[in-house]
């Protein structure tokens, strides 16, 4: 897997401990409902993550989010489900700017 910093992707799942749904733009989303990604759009709004201080917490029950839902073990190395249409802040996203960029939150 190829990243724009050019650092070559581990694929030890650590980045994706955050629940990075909270990250989604009206851009990827739009993105997805043209390409008829119903099965990203479903997660989405099952999730209906709202933010309760800094923690991002299902509106429904309350219960933590974390985790990203299309974080995936391939036998012992870790892939992302819908690669080719990910999140742009997944697209750019390094760990060593994740915990910065995770303590921005987007309204």
């Known amino acids: 897997m190829d990243?724009?910093?050019g650092l070559p992707c581990m694929r030890c799942g650590k980045?994706?401990?955050h629940d990075l749904i909270a990250y989604v733009t009206e851009e990827?989303?739009?993105r997805w409902t043209r390409d008829g990604r119903t099965d990203?759009?479903?997660i989405l709004e099952k999730e209906h993550g709202m933010w309760a201080g800094d923690r991002l917490v299902s509106r429904d029950d309350g219960r933590l989010l974390q985790g990203c839902p299309f974080f995936i073990w391939d036998e012992d190395?870790?892939?992302c489900?819908?690669?080719e249409t990910r999140p742009g802040f997944a697209k750019t996203m390094c760990p060593a700017r994740?915990?910065?960029a995770l303590t921005t939150?987007?309204?």
């Open 3 to 5: 990243h724009p910093t």
């Open 77 to 79: 190395l870790g892939t």
């Open 15 to 17: 980045c994706w401990s």
């Open 81 to 83: 489900a819908i690669y």
């Open 40 to 42: 990203i759009l479903h």
């Open 98 to 100: 994740l915990n910065s």
């Open 105 to 107: 939150k987007v309204v």
């Open 28 to 30: 990827d989303r739009n």
